[in-house]
């Protein structure tokens, strides 16, 4: 394909969402303060909001500030619960038992902390009616969908398979973003169960979901500097989402030590476990991670009861800016990632995407 049409793709999609580059702040639950969010849309790209753990209020307060800071666009994003989980006490007491040599003693009930009312926030969503709004963990259920597209807002469906891709077009969605397995966070498979086993990277995957549907496809895990942009684009993609390689900006108030580590994390070093929520995710490879997943430490609770369980070590790390207690997510790319500010890091890709592509 010309890199004219390369362009002419991505140029089409910035248009349709009122972009003046195709480069997009990942939603990141727990990491796209709205001064983040602000920084990325006034450079031109999308700002983002991972709002999982965030009550409508917070919502609303976040949509308020975005707002006030710039008339960029910007999409608020919600995981898709699953069922509540079966529960196991002694598993969950050999859980408790293990972190308690990594921070502080883990209540009994520390594991029944539950996330924010998902149909709640959902309303907040459509009441802040932001232009985009995204699914991760699964799809939205037919009845918000219709009354998203009734407010005119787009859904775009995070996906990490081809099938998945297929059953989100099929249910509606505007746009895939297809996240390869070289991703920080979360994988955000809809069936957890299959979520090791199905781990494919971008470069397979981009040209196999853009063949597979009709819609755009953004591309999303381990793009970190222009060299990833532009090949993203050129495998298909109508736009570049940067999670990771937003991280290191002063803008994301990231603890310090996990901010340096980042830095100087090569993509071995990195691992997809379960040991922080049950949920795989890909994380620095950090002694917590290395230990937790070593053969005969006990096996993590399923989502969201290890996330409870592990709450605990998680804030007395991050207070003590201990990495190796701090859930330190990171993409393959982390070492791309540069310590500037977030308007800076997007001008930066756009340019050195640009010279790649002309
Ligand atoms: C700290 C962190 C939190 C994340 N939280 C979410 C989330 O709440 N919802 C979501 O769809 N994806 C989440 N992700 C995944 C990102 O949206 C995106 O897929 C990923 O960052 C892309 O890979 P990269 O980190 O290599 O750029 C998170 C990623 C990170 C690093």
Redesign the pocket.
Same mark, same amino acid.
């Given at each position: 394909m010309a890199v004219a049409e390369v362009m002419a793709r991505a140029q089409a999609f910035c248009a349709r969402f009122g972009l003046r580059l195709p480069i997009l702040l +990942?939603?990141?639950? /727990? +990491?796209c303060p709205a001064p983040l969010a602000i920084a990325v849309a006034n450079a031109g790209g999308l700002g983002?909001c991972?709002?999982?753990l965030m009550s409508p209020e917070q919502i609303r307060a976040w949509v308020n500030e975005v707002r006030a800071g710039t008339s960029g666009p910007f999409q608020l994003?919600?995981?898709v619960p699953d069922p509540p989980p079966e529960r196991d006490r002694a598993r969950e007491d050999a859980v408790r038992a293990f972190l308690a040599t990594w921070g502080p003693a883990v209540p009994q009930d520390a594991g029944d902390a539950a996330p924010p009312d998902f149909a709640a926030q959902c309303e907040a969503f459509l009441e802040t009616a932001p232009p985009v709004v995204? !699914?991760?963990?699964g799809l939205y259920p037919p009845e918000f969908v219709a009354r998203l597209k009734a407010r005119g807002i787009a859904w775009w469906a995070?996906i990490s398979t081809v099938a998945e891709a297929v059953a989100a077009e099929a249910a509606g969605a505007d746009v895939v973003?297809a @996240?390869?397995m070289? +991703?920080? *966070?979360?994988r *955000?498979c809809f069936d957890a169960s299959r979520a090791e086993a199905e781990m494919v990277g971008l470069f397979a995957l981009m040209p196999a979901v853009v063949d597979a549907v009709r819609i755009p496809v953004v591309a999303? /895990? /381990?793009? +970190?500097d222009g060299r990833g942009v532009a090949a993203a684009l050129m495998l298909g993609a109508s736009a570049a989402?940067?999670?990771? *390689?937003f991280?290191r900006a002063p803008e994301a108030k990231l603890a310090p030590a996990w901010a340096d580590a980042l830095g100087r994390t090569r993509p071995e070093d990195t691992r997809v476990s379960r040991v922080f929520s049950g949920r795989p995710g890909?994380s620095i490879a950090t002694d917590y991670v290395r230990a937790a997943t070593a053969p005969g430490a006990p096996p993590p609770a399923p989502y969201p009861v290890q996330r409870g369980l592990t709450a605990g070590m998680r804030a007395q790390g991050t207070k003590a800016d201990d990495i190796s207690r701090i859930q330190a997510? !990171? *993409? @393959?790319?982390?070492a791309l990632a540069r310590a500037e500010p977030a308007g800076e890091i997007v001008a930066r890709l756009w340019r050195e995407a640009q010279t790649l592509l002309t």
């Open positions: +990942a939603p990141m639950a /727990g +990491a983002s991972g709002a999982l994003n919600l995981w995204s !699914s991760v963990m995070n973003v @996240q390869g070289e +991703a920080g *966070g979360h *955000g999303t /895990g /381990g793009i +970190a989402q940067v999670g990771t *390689g991280l890909r997510w !990171s *993409g @393959q790319s982390a």
